[in-house]
């Protein structure tokens, strides 16, 4: 089926960087857009950033101009690089992927695990 393994997440000082990346599995699903999401405790999940498999993007206010998402269709995997990281933005960072089943012309949204991601100020 679809599998999506997320890597990258650590502890970091404020100011520094990270790079997220997830990889999505699958062998008989088109992966469309992508996207990361983060929760932080006691809070909601939120959209960090997508991008589509033509490469638009979309990030959400608190982390434009500091975070780049991008994409290797060939690999199936998406970045999340993470640059002037604030303490703010410590959180659990969740991969999603859009997926359709081109026989069965059916879409499904899957989830990552998370990976954690604690910035020290």
């Known amino acids: 089926q679809v599998q999506l393994v997320e890597s990258g997440g650590g502890l970091v000082q404020a100011g520094g960087s990270l790079r997220l990346s997830c990889v999505a599995s699958?062998?008989?699903?088109?992966?469309?857009?992508m996207g990361w999401y983060r929760q932080a405790a006691g809070k909601q999940r939120e959209l960090v950033a997508t991008i589509t498999s033509g490469g638009s993007t979309n990030y959400a206010p608190s982390v434009r101009g500091r975070f780049t998402i991008s994409r290797d269709n060939a690999k199936n995997t998406v970045y999340l690089q993470m640059n002037s990281l604030k303490s703010e933005d410590t959180a659990v960072y969740y991969c999603?992927?859009?997926?359709?089943?081109?026989?069965?012309?059916?879409?499904?949204?899957?989830w990552g695990q998370g990976t954690q991601v604690t910035v020290s100020s």
């Open positions: 699958t062998t008989s699903w088109i992966i469309n857009t």
């Open positions: 999603n992927a859009d997926l359709l089943n081109p026989s069965a012309y059916v879409r499904q949204n899957y």
